[in-house]
């Protein structure tokens, strides 16, 4: 039976996944010899459960072929009792069904409802399996459990933990699990195939598989329109109150605290105003539930909001589905997310912008991306778990201490970052993360992420341990495989940096930031590598502490989450986060990244030159077939490792002069586009403009192009229809003129080519 005090995962399991080099860099595409099956497999067992007596135990089989399979007479063996199915009996394509002990306490735990039950008839609408022999136990110690067809065939086995068997199966058993923890095969990440060589290699994976968590998987959304980046300390406050001050119909909160009195009033402001506001919220925080996260949640409540927590409560039975719920994220109006790596403390979203953490978050708009974090909060907020407990004044979930005042002070420090965020515009690839579901998939996710990085891999976290588990752990035996997946990107020759947190080191303790610094170096040293680690300044840079959990992968994906790089963040708790492909979105973080490794002295890289390279012009859109008003853009790109301040550019061409107006700032390695109506263009391209009101007329029938300093100075020429001798390209309705390689500027019509319109890529 699971206690509070056990872990989720086994160090028995860890030691035998690296012996099948499962971590440690050493991670294949998951069960990459999967095959088509054509037969029905055990895919999960649930022996050591959670409730005294286990009666939530069960077992599940899946059918991995395209057609339906009858079961009558089939049967599941333990031991020497036997599971009948009943007559009838048919597991449909593609399903699954979980045959358990008692099916109302299945239901409890799982949340979802069981196929079959077998020791006891405690719900009327599942039917009954036909028991032979006496209940079987699924002995928390081990045991193998077999699937035989109505002819006395053996069709599928499972060992576990001390079972043997001879019968359908090879090799050592299935290494034991945590109570509370379900024996799972996974399928296989890219085919989805179920493996099975009869083997315990068939169910060996990362992911700790807990009573009544989720299952979701890390789908990419591409969507055109806007994208928020922010920061903590520059940003976040305005950031966040802004969107929630824009909330009409709803907000579902998830954060891990809640603490902040300025926020709180935005919150009940939106309540005021007839918005819907759930917030869901730790139970058991690091430090205890004070007394202002309780008067905060009674505030909320009082107004008409919910307030629910994740709780572990021994006296009722109830079982946290997470270690901890350290998730920071919302849902506006179905339409907008907010992501990020902060409380909503003072010192997280901090109203002065001199004070604070280093944090990241990012708002997203987009009702497909909505709806998929939704689904995730929903589950999570879900009144029938036991775990998910309604503030309740009386309760330890409830009022502050009778007295209580608030602190509503705001703290003022030397932080002179200011960085200035915007609404990105633009077309985005967004893959939404959350542990534990998808933060060990080895490919769309953060491995997936550090894997694919070809030219540079940047990493801010609040700390990094140097190996996983125990103190007394190494990292031979127990990896941490986020890091080591970053030290093999320098081996494949990307640049790698990563800083790490130097608030609370802890020198008794050999996975601290400091010795994980010492070990990347050492490793870089020893092997030659373009990597480097580092503790950061705090005290020059006047910030707090770094909390961010975030990484940039090739100037163009960024990673923003609550995943800390330990153990049991990604394992163990519920944590949300996102990864985002785009240039534009991955430049204001990359910013920040050097600023912060630089201790303020620059944003871009100490290893490279400040860049000095003209803006260009990189695409044109002249001929749109009488939508001139709407379609008309021109496109400049910035090649620069830091952004350019735009202010009184001039695009100019036969018919005028089109002045760049004050503030127009182009990012690092971006893309910024011009045209007449951000209205118009929005509808023909899914976001808007960057600048609008260009008053020039792109002609049809030949123009000469010039992109001009505030000085005057052309920096930049682009002609069509030979206009310009020895400019001869022209484009017919539905094309544009395009740079090919908009970091090459040999300014001849040979950087040119005709393409199909595609700003902002």
């Known amino acids: 039976m699971f206690t509070q005090g056990k872990l989720r995962m086994t160090r028995t399991l860890m030691t035998a996944m690296l012996a099948a080099g499962l971590v440690a860099g050493m991670l294949p595409p998951a069960h990459s010899g999967a095959a088509a099956i054509s037969y029905p497999l055990i895919t999960e067992v649930y022996a050591d459960t959670n409730l005294s007596n286990e009666p939530e135990e069960y077992i599940a089989v899946s059918n991995p072929t395209a057609s339906a399979i009858a079961l009558s007479g089939w049967y599941l063996q333990v031991g020497t009792s036997k599971l009948v199915f009943p007559s009838g009996a048919t597991l449909a394509a593609g399903q699954t069904i979980y045959v358990t002990k008692q099916a109302t306490a ?50 599928d086995t499972v060992a576990y933990g001390s079972g043997t068997s001879t019968t359908g199966w090879s090799g050592t ?26 083997t315990a290699a068939d169910w060996k994976h990362l992911r700790v598989y807990a009573a009544g968590q989720s299952r979701y998987s890390a ?75 309780k008067y905060v949640a009674q505030q909320i409540v009082n107004a008409g909001g919910q307030v629910r927590f994740i709780i572990n409560d021994s006296t ?37 912008t001199n004070y604070g953490n280093r944090g990241w978050g990012i708002v997203m708009n987009s009702a497909n991306v909505a709806s998929f974090y939704s689904t995730v909060f929903n589950g999570d907020w879900n009144v029938n778990s036991k775990d998910s407990f309604p503030f309740t004044a009386s309760s330890k979930w409830g009022a502050p201490t009778a007295g209580f005042v608030p602190d509503s002070s705001t703290p003022t420090a030397t932080y002179k970052g200011n960085f200035k965020n915007k609404a990105i515009t633009g077309e985005f690839n967004v893959t939404p993360i959350f542990a534990p579901d998808s933060t060990f998939l080895q490919n769309n996710s953060i491995l997936g992420l550090a894997k694919s990085a070809t030219k540079s891999l940047l990493v801010e976290q609040l700390y990094a341990h140097k190996f996983w588990g125990p103190t007394t752990g190494s990292t031979t035996t127990s990896p941490d495989i986020y890091l080591e997946e970053c030290i093999n990107a320098a081996r494949r020759g990307v640049k790698v940096r990563i800083l790490l947190d130097s608030a609370f080191l802890d020198a008794t303790d050999p996975r601290d930031n400091q010795f994980t610094v010492q070990y990347v170096n050492d490793i870089a040293t020893t092997e030659h590598l373009d990597l480097q680690a580092k503790l950061i300044d705090l005290k020059t840079l006047g910030l707090e502490k770094v909390h961010n959990k975030g990484m940039l992968a090739d100037s163009s994906k960024t990673l923003v989450s609550s995943i800390n790089w330990s153990e049991s963040s990604p394992e163990n708790n519920r944590e949300a986060g996102v990864i985002v492909d785009n240039p534009e979105v991955n430049a204001y973080y990359e910013q920040l990244f050097w600023y912060d490794w630089s201790a303020g002295l620059q944003t871009w890289s100490p290893d490279e030159t400040k860049g000095t390279s003209n803006v260009v012009i990189s695409e044109v ?86 992109l ?54």
């Open 316 to 352: 009722t039975a109830t079982f946290k589905r997470y270690t901890f719920d350290h998730a920071k994220y919302a849902i506006i109006d179905s339409n907008k997310i907010m992501v990020q790596s902060e409380n909503f403390k003072s010192s997280s979203l901090p109203f002065n």
């Open 106 to 155: 299945f239901k409890s735990e799982q949340l979802f409802p069981a196929t079959y039950e077998y020791g006891a008839d405690t719900d009327s609408t599942v039917p009954q399996m036909t028991l032979s022999g006496s209940v079987p136990p699924l002995a928390n110690a081990g045991s193998v459990v077999y699937l035989y067809n109505a002819s006395g065939t053996n069709i």
């Open 173 to 198: 058993a299935v290494p034991n699990v945590s109570g509370g923890v379900m024996f799972v095969r996974e399928r296989d990440e890219t085919s989805q195939l179920f493996p099975d060589s009869n």
């Open 219 to 293: 789908p990419t959304y591409t969507y055109a329109g806007t994208m928020q980046p922010y920061s903590s300390p520059d940003n976040s406050f305005n950031t966040v109150a802004t969107l929630l001050n824009s909330a009409t119909t709803t907000i579902d909160l998830n954060v891990y605290e809640f603490q902040m009195p300025q926020l709180m009033d935005v919150i009940l402001n939106a309540i005021n105003r007839g918005v819907k506001v759930r917030v869901f919220l730790e139970g058991s925080p690091v430090g205890g539930l004070i007394d202002q996260g």
């Open 708 to 761: 001009k300093t505030s000085a005057g100075v052309a920096v930049d020429e682009v002609a069509w229809m030979n206009y310009v001798s020895g400019w001869g390209l022209s484009t017919s309705s539905g094309q544009v003129l395009s740079r090919t390689n908009p970091t090459v500027d040999t300014n001849s019509s040979a950087d040119w080519t005709v393409a199909t319109p595609s700003p902002k890529k």
């Open 621 to 706: 859109n002249y001929d749109t077939n009488g939508f001139d008003a709407t379609r008309e853009y021109v496109e400049l790109y910035n090649k620069n490792n830091v952004s350019v301040d735009l202010t009184n550019y001039k695009l100019t061409n036969k018919s005028g002069t089109f002045t760049i107006p004050t503030g127009t700032v182009i990012p690092a390695h971006s893309f910024l586009t011009v045209g007449k109506d951000s209205t118009g263009f929005s509808a023909y391209k899914g976001f808007g403009l960057d600048v609008s009101g260009m008053n020039l007329t792109l002609t049809n029938t030949g123009d000469d192009l010039f």
